[in-house]
Every structure is written in C-alpha cells, then in structure tokens.
C-alpha cells in the first residue's frame, strides 16, 4: 500500500481521523462533530489541519469511513471525494472483518464497535471486553477464537452529566477531574465523585456479571475519549488504547486490500 492512508471515524460527539503510512499512524485529529457542516467546510478543515503537518491531499492514496451518524456519512463521500480524489471504503457488518458476528441482527451493530472489535482481535488474540469510553459507553465481548458475542451499551459519562447538571436546577457543571476524596465536602467535589467514581464501579460492576455469564476471566481494555479519566479507577480494566479504532480502520483497510493475513 503505497502512499497514505486516511481514516475518518464520525462519532456522535466526536470526529477523530488520522494518516497513516506503512502501518504507521503519522497524525491524528479530533473534531467535533457537527451535522451542519457541509462538505465544503469540513474539507477546508481538514485540508487546513493536513497542510499543517506538511503534507498534502495529494498524498493520500486510499480511505476507509466509521460513521454512526447517518446524516454525515454522505457529507464525509462527498468531502473525500472532492478533496482526496478517493472514494472510502465505508464499515459496515457486511465486509469480511474477520470475525463471527454473533449478534442477532449483524446489521444492528455500530460500525465503531466493529472496527473495535477487529482491532483488539488482532492485537490480543484472547477472550476480551472492550470498554469505549463515548458519547455511549460500550462494552463488547470478543472470543479468543474471533467471536463477536455482543455487549452492553450505557449512557456514557458526558451524557449522564449532562442530565444531572440539566434536571437539577441547582446543581452547576463542573469539571469532570478527581476529585480529593469519595466523600465530597462540597458540592463540586460532591458530583466528580459520583460521576468519576460511581461510573468506574458501574464499569467494574458490568465486567464482572459478563465474565460470571461467561464462566471465564478476560482481558479488559478502554478506549474513547473519557477512557483516560476512568480506567484508572477501576480495578477491571488493564490497559488503554486510545488509537484502537483507528488502527482498526486501518487493518480493515488492508484487509479488504488483500494485504492483511486472516
């Protein structure tokens, strides 16, 4: 694969996107995610960060597109289109991932959690719980074996904020940071706890049924963007993986090039 690669993962709260060449993950980005933009104005951003590193559109030989937002998915074709002259090879549970989608409707499952999936497969190649940290936080069960079982989806932690500082007339948002202690003398310190800490047990808590409804310990790791300030709290999860997606995006690229070993 000669050239560079371009990754675009569309979240609901975030874009995240990045280069790579060789394997290797030169730059990577995130954005937030605004279904109003136009394609126009999402190139000239993207075209603005790119010439800040020093390369051009014209580098860019191939693309692979993660979106569970159904309204930027076509924005993002026609952007990469115009700008990269490429067309992006779209995730969805139709390609071959190399795994087996357990799942009852394959087609329901979030693309994101597929690239997941494919990713921590091929780095671990063991029973795993992937945790992603996002605008929902996800949990999905991945065998040894390359078995996609499922998995447990919860309102993530910015939402959950988001409702207490919204319905709780006197209760004001604050920063989501450790606070210093469980027992907040404050209400600040009152509401990180409960968030940060509360949130970490609700994670240890859900590992743990899913490991007993399996009969086997895991590997569990985090990625997404609160996983830095959660993982550390738990006592389930052992490591963070902040790139998986799009490494992920990455391997399926390959994957589908005929350049990766299955």
């Given amino acids: 694969m000669a050239g560079m690669l371009l990754t675009v993962d569309i979240g609901n709260s975030n874009i995240v996107w990045g280069l790579f060449e060789d394997r290797r993950l030169l730059a990577h980005w995130r954005i937030a995610t605004d279904a109003k933009k136009t394609a126009d104005e999402y190139g000239v951003l993207f ?16 693309a692979i597109l993660s979106s569970v937002v159904p309204a930027l998915t076509g924005t993002f074709e026609t952007m990469i289109g115009a700008l990269f002259q490429r067309r992006p090879l779209i995730v969805s549970s139709d390609m071959d991932t190399g795994l087996t989608l357990r799942y009852a409707n394959p087609g329901e499952i979030g693309s994101d959690r597929i690239v997941n999936a494919v990713a921590a497969h091929d780095k671990y190649r063991r029973d795993l719980i992937i945790v992603d940290f996002g605008t929902a936080t996800t949990f999905c069960v991945i065998t040894a ?4 079982l499922g998995g447990v989806i919860v309102p993530g932690l910015g939402i959950s904020a988001e409702a207490l500082f919204t319905r709780a007339a006197k209760l004001s948002k604050v920063e989501l940071t450790r606070p210093k202690s469980v027992i907040g003398t404050d209400t600040t310190g009152s509401i990180q706890s409960g968030l940060l800490y509360g949130y970490a047990g609700q994670v240890d ?3 743990g049924r899913i490991e007993q409804e399996l009969g086997r310990p895991t590997y569990v790791i985090a990625t997404g963007g609160f996983a830095p300030a959660i993982a550390p709290e738990t006592t ?11 490494e992920g995006l990455e391997l399926l690229y390959r994957r ?3 350049l990766a070993a299955s």
């Fill in 47 to 62: 075209s603005s960060l790119l010439t800040q590193t020093g390369r051009t559109p014209a580098q860019v030989d191939g």
């Fill in 145 to 148: 074996g390359g078995e996609y």
């Fill in 205 to 207: 808590a859900l590992v």
């Fill in 236 to 246: 389930s999860i052992r490591k963070l993986e902040p790139f998986l997606t799009l």
């Fill in 256 to 258: 589908a090039q005929g």
